[in-house]
């Protein structure tokens, strides 16, 4: 099981306007996503409402957050969405990092950039000092220099796509000890390979990306998406910032400056149409799974006597009492030797067969192991959060205490017992958020795992979502229907005695 990693997140608006729009929102939910893909445990959430990104003193969300990061010397992380959402002085946001360097703490971006590697550095700088010129309204020049560069086929700054250098004539160049890698990524994809594979080789052939470590599945996907790697130069592909200063960095323009061969291409046109057809079509897959009509198994299924994948259909029958029509779905495929299979009765079927399987008596010691493992590394990520909010606590006690002092020397006045009244408010819910912290501390029992095996089926029924597609392409291999319904697993799965008799019978 991995280390967990801490992290605070921190967010910015500059100005009151943005206050009723999901600004805060749009960068909660992209430094989420990217601390889950990244193995970091948030346990501190920071922010400044309508406060300049030029003067850090006068933020008190980030002050607070420099405070408790000195607190909690085990939070390593700092996570924010852009870099100009933490600040638009080049000067004080370099001298921020240099100090957080000191103590090893890393300030990421949702885009992946680090502070503390050094080939980040340069790209760093540059975004700082473009958040400055932004705000100096500068950006406009900036944009003139880089269509200059763009038309000429420049690289336009930053690290270069994995499998390129940069030339002395600013061009990008095929590197030949990455490039390689960059063909079997595109090759194996296009021959249906799992992301899970295709890092599985590259870490066994020892490739790593630019900061040394091992490719993750969006690392992966980038790549995938990148069309410079089939000879297309782009720039500015982006979408601007919106009305309210942010920008999706999956949105691109309708327009943008692009030139087909403008870079030397490491795969074919062929190969890159091929991949993104793949993608397209598992983008689809997500959205099916989704849908009203929900087939858990699909993809999954042959007909045992001619070897084609059956797939589900709609039909409707009218075997009501009401004489109405009613949806059935149907596996089928076009041999007539096989009879449709009734989608409710097979699925039901495997998914009991996977039930009793996984949670067989001979499976559960492990899965009460691996659950409290997991279990103790989310406990360790609660007990920090408490010890901050406990930090809190106390500072705004001793703010409390003094003012009762200062009331019970007759010195109090309406406005200090309206503070005092306040501060006792923020307390009780800082107690209160304590008290729901520890709640949600848990140690799992065989009573767990049986409240967990009631709850399997219904799940893989009916929540209709990635984690459960995940799970059944982890699990079921291969199923094939035809005077039997043999069900072949993925991974060996320990079965008692028992257990087994309820297959055989």
Known sequence: MKEKKFGFMYRRISSHNQIGNNSFDAQKEAIQEFAAENNIKIVGDYMDTAKTGTVIRSRVGFQNMLNDLKKHPEVKYIIIHFLDRSNRNARDFLNVIYDLELTGVHVLTTTGLDSMN???????????????????????????????????????????????????????????????????????????MSYEKIIEWLDKNDYKTARGESFRKTSIKSILENEKYCGNYFWNKRAGKDFRGMRNSHRLKDDYFHVEGGVPAIVS????????????????????????????????????KCGKPLQGKVQYSKTNKNNEPVKQYKYSCDCPEVKTVNEKYLDDMIIYGLRECIFSPANLEELLTMLNEYSESENQGIDLQIAIL????????????????????????????????KLQGEIEAIEEKICV??????????????????????????????????????????????????????KNIKVDSNTKKIFNN
């Open 269 to 304: 046109k062929e190969l890159f149409n091929k991949v993104q057809n793949r993608l397209s079509d598992n983008k689809n897959k997500i959205r099916s799974h989704n849908g009203k009509n929900f087939y858990p198994m699909n993809g999954r299924i042959y007909c045992s």
């Open 390 to 421: 406990q930090g809190k606590k106390s500072d705004i006690k001793k703010r409390h205490d003094n003012l009762m002092d200062v009331v019970e020397k007759g010195n109090g006045n309406k406005s200090i017992i309206a503070q005092i009244e």
């Open 437 to 490: 912290y520890e709640a949600s501390k848990k140690v799992f029992t065989t009573e767990d795992l049986a409240s967990i095996r009631l709850m399997f089926t219904d799940y893989v029924r009916e929540t209709h979502n990635e984690d459960v597609i995940n799970f059944i392409d982890d699990t079921v291999e291969k199923i094939e229907v035809g005077d039997y319904i043999e069900v072949k697993l993925k």
């Open 118 to 192: 050094p080939e980040d550095r340069p790209r760093i700088l540059d975004e700082a000092v473009a958040a400055e010129k932004y705000s100096l309204r500068l950006s406009q020049e900036t944009m003139k220099g880089l269509t200059v560069n763009a038309k000429e086929m420049l690289h336009n700054g930053g690290v270069p796509p994995y499998g390129y250098t940069v030339g002395q004539d600013r061009k990008l160049h095929i590197d030949p000890s990455k490039s390689p890698a960059v063909e079997r990524i595109f090759n194996m994809y296009a021959t249906g």
